[in-house]
């Protein structure tokens, strides 16, 4: 059975989650931390922060490790195929299709209104994620590692994992 729950749990947002691995994160989180309640949305955060500091596409790395938690090896290959099908299938489908109609100011606008649900979603689940911050760390600290964050990234450009490290680091010194 819970072969079946992680096929389910990460094939399902690799169908809805038009645009790859930011749009599908929020459906994810969804299927693992309020349908199965594997994670908790902080479990869920970490996760998510690791696998973003790790090179390649978050949600592979995410089905791995979730699968791998749940039901060892084969729990992780099964979601990571889970991931990867909907993909697959659609890129062997509908390849020629695709193709004649890519330039199709229809195909094009279609694009366009997604683009703010996605946005929607993502906020959404920064939201969440803040506020567990908020009552795991309390004020001071989430404000801290929020402005050290935005001043790092936006300021000094310093890369992302970098700044994912250096809050790992910080919470395990600090917290």
Known sequence: MIYW???????IPGILGYGGGPASIPLVENEVVH????????????????????PGPISTKMAGYIGF????????????FATVAPSLI?????????YKFKDS??????????????AVLLGL?????????YEDTGTGQTLFLIVASFLLMEKW?????????GALGYGALFL
């Open 69 to 80: 938690e749940q039901a060892g090896v084969v729990g992780a290959g099964i979601a990571v």
């Open 90 to 98: 659609l890129m062997i489908g509908l390849l020629g299709l695709l």
């Open 35 to 54: 349908n199965y309640e594997w994670l908790t949305v902080s479990e869920f955060s970490e996760v998510l922060a690791l696998g973003n500091a790790l």
């Open 5 to 11: 729950q992680l096929f389910l749990a990460f094939f």
């Open 157 to 165: 450009k310093v890369h992302p994992a970098y700044v994912i490290v």
């Open 105 to 118: 100011p229809k195909v094009k606008k279609m694009t366009n209104y997604i683009r703010p649900t996605i």
């Open 125 to 133: 689940m920064s939201i969440r994620f803040f506020l567990t911050s």
